[in-house]
């Protein structure tokens, strides 16, 4: 894919990392399309701003109608980058199933919706890439927020094998990792536990939750994680894994070598 001229589509543009993304991408030139739930089809498109659509990641029909809108206007499509993603947070014991349910509805299997949607464009046509927004706690678990960390660990299994089954058909696919990032995504956490289960809990999971919330207050802005997502975008052998953030790097060195024991100890130091 040449850097130059991409028409490219991201999911959950209307804020934090989707957001800022969309935003980098149309200030170098790109042709971009971003979705929202709220949005809606406007023509003619702009091709110095981002176009918002709308797209429910979780309901097919949404998905086939803002791709099949963007093909109407352009022809073809180069990248999705996909960032919709909200997190829950709770116990194993007190999230209800349904709503676990939700929580993978839209982290994993939104997400795989729109992967394929566009991989028979893409691999028609021979080229094309695809970079799934992951997260630190894809690899790192973190206690009363597991069913986000699950549902980002699906999406890291996902990811490395689509790498392996598209490659011959010349699709590039990346998993972009974020730390802590400070975005809405935090103030839009759901508590989803049974507050009678949830009483057993207590006070761990009012401190680890508390230790979250500060950690992506403090975090780094969502331009950081855009930064890289851009950097690696048209390239000719785009990593499979990229974790943001030096710190973060170390981690998921520390993390692959350390005892599953010990890391679990140094998790229950820090939450």
């Known amino acids: 894919i040449p850097m130059k001229n991409l028409i490219i589509l991201v999911t959950g543009a209307s804020s934090g990392i989707g957001r800022a993304t969309a935003e980098r991408f149309a200030k170098q030139g790109h042709l971009v399309f971003g979705t929202s739930r709220k949005a809606r089809f406007e023509k003619p498109i702009n091709p110095t701003s981002v176009n918002m659509i709308p797209m429910e990641t979780t309901d097919e029909k949404s998905v086939k109608t803002a791709v099949d809108f963007v093909l109407q206007q352009t022809?073809?499509?180069?990248?999705?980058?996909?960032?919709?993603?909200f997190g829950i947070a709770g116990s194993i014991e007190g999230v209800p199933v349904s709503e676990a349910k939700k929580?993978?509805?839209?982290?994993?299997?939104?997400t795989l919706t729109?992967?394929?949607?566009?991989?028979?464009?893409?691999?028609?046509?021979?080229?094309?890439?695809?970079?799934?927004?992951?997260?630190?706690?894809?690899?790192?678990?973190?206690?009363?927020?597991?069913?986000?960390s699950?549902?980002?660990?699906?999406?890291?299994?996902l990811t490395e094998t689509l790498a392996m089954?598209?490659?011959?058909?010349?699709?590039?696919?990346?998993?972009?990792?974020?730390?802590?990032?400070?975005?809405g995504f935090t103030a839009s956490r759901i508590m989803s536990a049974d507050k009678h289960i949830e009483e057993n809990y207590m006070p761990e999971s009012r401190k680890a939750i508390a230790q979250m919330e500060k950690d992506e207050e403090n975090g780094c802005p969502p331009d950081n994680v855009a930064r890289v997502v851009c950097r690696i975008a048209g390239k000719k052998r785009p990593p499979v894994?990229?974790?943001?953030?030096?710190?973060y790097k170390l981690i998921y060195g520390f993390s692959r070598i350390l005892p599953t024991k010990l890391k679990l100890f140094v998790l229950k130091l820090i939450y």
């Open 75 to 85: 022809g073809r499509l180069d990248l999705l980058v996909n960032c919709a993603g």
């Open 103 to 110: 929580q993978f509805d839209v982290n994993f299997f939104g």
């Open 114 to 148: 729109v992967i394929q949607s566009v991989l028979p464009l893409f691999r028609t046509a021979g080229t094309g890439q695809i970079i799934n927004i992951g997260s630190v706690a894809g690899y790192i678990p973190i206690p009363f927020q597991s069913m986000y």
């Open 150 to 157: 699950a549902s980002k660990f699906a999406l890291e299994s």
């Open 165 to 183: 089954e598209t490659r011959k058909f010349g699709i590039k696919v990346s998993l972009v990792e974020p730390g802590d990032t400070k975005t």
């Open 241 to 247: 894994r990229v974790t943001v953030g030096f710190a």
